[in-house]
């Protein structure tokens, strides 16, 4: 894949399947020159964007992707940190082994790809940066609660990135999807259902539940319809949320419900 100046040039994280997938197809159409990213990238020849090795986990790699980008295409006008790591499990019986590695590839690794692209907006005085956090950010779930943290943290340190970079005309947004259709159940980290914890029966119960939602959820392509209005907007929003009804007005709830009633509404909805 060449330069070609009159193009804007995406990088994509996690482009392999899921949101990722759907937003390179979606934007290569349109004419933008895509990278996209995955552990293991796919070399068919059959796709119209490229795709390179990026491991979140692996720093090391982060800046070996960039370069290549640099390399092949002079710049990178827009960058969607996409990628990431699910993880379930009692909060108390959740590996902490386990938890650092979300928290790499959902935080520090969606950070150091901002540090590493910001220096070329920087260069160009223009750029955006979209993340893909998740309504679950917004309120710490039952069973669920290290994935809502490790977005929560990149919901606020995007906040934080935004207004620093206004400055050199660099914008910065979070989009927060709901329940996507999507295969993250079989990438997420489950801490094992043990029959002899205290936790077991509910903590089954919340897996199905969850796994339900995901199922039923809307598909990805409506996200990356999103990532595209967003792309295209003169003025970027700092928070935009995609997903049922009920999810994004779960957030306003938090937001004016007294705790203890929110509390309750999670808890009868998780039937815990």
């Known amino acids: 894949m060449g330069k070609n100046k009159t193009q804007p040039v995406v990088l994509i994280t996690g482009a392999s399947s899921g949101i990722g997938e759907a937003t390179a197809k979606l934007l290569a159409n349109k004419g933008y020159q895509v990278f996209g990213t995955s552990r293991n990238p796919d070399k068919s020849s059959e796709l119209s964007w490229e795709m390179l090795a990026l491991d979140l986990n692996q720093p090391e790699s982060i800046s070996k992707a960039i370069n290549e980008v640099i390399k092949k ?49 920087r260069k160009n005085k223009s750029g955006k940066i979209i993340n893909i956090t998740s309504i679950a950010g917004y309120m710490g779930l039952p069973y669920r609660g290290f ?25 910065i947004s979070c989009l927060a999807p709901g329940d996507i259709a999507t295969d993250i159940a079989s990438r997420r980290y489950h801490s094992p259902a043990l029959k002899e914890s205290p ?68 808890k009868k909805h998780y039937k815990l």
């Open 73 to 121: 295409a002079g710049r990178i006008d827009i960058l969607i940190n996409n990628a990431g790591l699910g993880i379930t499990g009692p909060a108390e019986e959740t590996p902490l082994r386990e938890v650092e590695k979300v928290f790499q590839a959902n935080l520090f690794g969606a950070c150091q790809l901002m540090n590493e692209v910001l220096p070329y907006m």
């Open 147 to 171: 994935y809502s943290a490790s977005k929560a943290a990149l919901i606020q340190i995007s906040e934080a990135y935004r207004m620093e970079v206004s400055q050199f005309g660099i914008e």
């Open 199 to 266: 936790y077991y029966a509910k903590y089954q119960a919340s897996l199905n539940l969850m796994n339900q939602h995901v199922d039923k959820g809307m598909p990805s392509e409506n996200v990356a319809l999103q990532i595209e209005k967003i792309i295209s907007s003169n003025r970027t929003k700092v928070h935009y949320l995609v997903g049922a009804y009920l999810e994004k007005f779960s957030i306003y709830l938090k937001r004016f419900l007294p705790q203890k009633t929110f509390e309750n509404l999670l």
